[in-house]
């Protein structure tokens, strides 16, 4: 299978020293795509420099919910000097988390709207993180209008967000999390139409079955691909084929 994992992190630490190697392997199982998504500027320069040196990777900027606590504005006037660079293909990843709190929720709002704003402006579409915040997600979202383009990065809420991404246009992306045995969002996974659907492994978080428990890395996604195959009734195949097809659309990377 070919395959592209939409949604990774190869900068952070745990891939410290280990990155070719981790390339190397994501090769050998088929990844021959995949996108470094960026939580801050210093992230996003990383990222960056990673995608210009490596064959097949791709970087975002953007400033996740996390810390936006303390981005201010010379954090996101960076991020839209990042955005204009060819190897920068979205921004994020953004949004609202409610689960951690590590930020206000109104400066979390604020920050996540001013990354809507630049997609507007730029082109590029939006790296959607949403935890226990479905319902400011999806007014936000519902609220940007057509002119934005964005995917629910590693999708675990419910039909609210879902329907309102879907309603918007925009793609929905499924992790190990489906893989797990006390998933329960398989009849959401078979709602979303599949010229919208992604994979991602979000590593180094979230290993899918049957590598639960270790490091995950892009090389996995192959295990998330059989996972999203199963609650579908498809192939394996089939799901790498139109994933990649996906990813290459909503990235801008065809032609």
Aim: glycine content about 8%.
């Amino acid at each position: 299978m070919t395959l592209f994992d939409s949604h990774c992190h190869l900068t952070d630490e745990r891939f410290a020293g280990d990155v070719e190697a981790t390339l190397e392997r994501a090769r050998a199982a088929g990844v021959t795509r995949l996108v470094t998504v960026a939580s801050d500027v210093e992230d996003a320069e990383a990222a960056l420099a990673l995608a210009r040196r490596s064959g097949g990777v791709w970087a975002t900027a953007g400033v996740h919910p996390h810390v936006a606590g303390s981005a201010g504005d010379a954090a996101l006037a960076r991020v839209r000097e990042l955005a204009a660079e060819a190897e920068v293909v979205a921004l994020g990843e953004t949004g609202l988390d409610y689960y951690y709190d590590n930020a206000p929720r109104d400066v979390q709002r604020r920050a996540f709207l001013r990354h809507l704003e630049l997609a507007a402006d730029t082109g590029l579409p939006i790296v959607l993180h949403a935890r226990e915040a479905d319902d400011d997600a999806a007014a936000m979202v519902k609220d940007a209008g057509p002119g934005v383009r964005g995917v629910l990065h590693c999708f675990a809420g419910g039909p609210v967000l879902l329907q309102a991404g879907l309603d918007a246009g925009w793609y929905v992306s499924f992790s190990g999390l489906v893989s797990f045995a006390s998933y329960e969002g398989a009849a959401l996974v078979r709602s979303v139409p599949q010229d919208r659907l992604l994979i991602e492994t979000d590593s180094p978080y979230l290993a899918p079955v049957p590598r639960r428990g270790r490091r995950n890395e892009p090389a996995y996604v192959a295990h998330v691909a059989e996972a999203v195959a199963a609650h579908r009734g498809v192939a394996p195949e089939h799901i790498a084929e139109l994933t990649t097809r996906n990813a290459l659309r909503f990235y801008q990377l065809e032609g």
